[in-house]
């Protein structure tokens, strides 16, 4: 079992925009984007796709996000080889990490295999621990740390500023000492072995952009 290290395992940064607030069974996810950065924080691979959820989605006011846009999206089973291809040997990183982890575990564990405990680290609480006088909002820390982010609860734009938010706390926690994972207060786990699901890559995505263009079903079932 490999152990997480920092400057050694390479990071994937997860955003998730779901029908509601609350995971499965409660709800569910309908976008999702991971970032995969290498130790050094450079990116080696991205994915970013809708999810079609198998209901109607609740939350569409904050992320924009319609039933009809979901119609034609892959389903989590589809995507789930592809998703845990960039998730192993890596820490899980996201903005409020729980709340992303929580449903990767609920989507997981529907698509028929239980996430194990996971190595990751809260962008959100790494601010707090840096910048005691910081908002914590991904968007305020966008614009304290001139992060380009110009579609906020879209999932690749809210990974995409995480990946660069983690970068530039990194840099800093090492200007002031902090050498370790410990130090940044970080969730203890082990990276996800390879393998350790057994769905194969699909390579199927639909992207906000191509949805959006898509024609609305002519019964108007969303999916």
Not at 95 to 115: I, K, M, P, S, W
Not at 148 to 168: K, W
Not at 182 to 195: I, K, N, R, S, T
Request: aromatic share 6%; with cysteine.
């Amino acid at each position: 079992m490999s152990v997480a290290r920092l400057g050694a395992t390479p990071w994937a940064v997860v955003d998730l925009e779901t029908t509601g607030f609350d995971p499965w069974p409660e709800h569910r996810a309908v976008e999702v984007a991971v970032i995969r950065l290498a130790p050094d924080g450079s990116v080696t691979a991205e994915l970013d796709t809708l999810v079609n959820p198998g209901r109607a989605v609740d939350a569409t006011e904050i992320h924009g996000i319609t039933d009809a846009m979901l119609r034609d999206a892959p389903s989590f089973v589809e995507i789930a080889g592809d998703l845990a291809t960039l998730l192993q040997d890596a820490i899980v990183v996201a903005h409020n990490v729980l709340f992303d982890v929580g449903f990767l575990r609920g989507e997981f564990q529907l698509a028929g295999y239980t996430l194990p405990p996971v190595a990751a680290l809260c962008t959100a609480q790494l601010t707090r621990l840096l910048y005691p006088d910081a908002e914590a909002k991904l968007t305020e820390c966008c614009r304290r740390f001139g992060i380009d982010h110009h579609e906020p609860h879209t999932a690749l734009s809210d990974a995409r500023a995480t990946a660069r938010l983690l970068t530039i706390h990194l840099e800093t926690a090492r200007a002031r000492g902090l050498n370790t994972l410990a130090d940044l207060e970080w969730l203890p786990g082990p990276p996800l072995p390879p393998g350790w699901g057994p769905w194969l890559p699909s390579g199927r995505v639909l992207r906000r952009a191509s949805a959006a263009s898509l024609p609305a079903a002519l019964d108007g079932t969303p999916y």
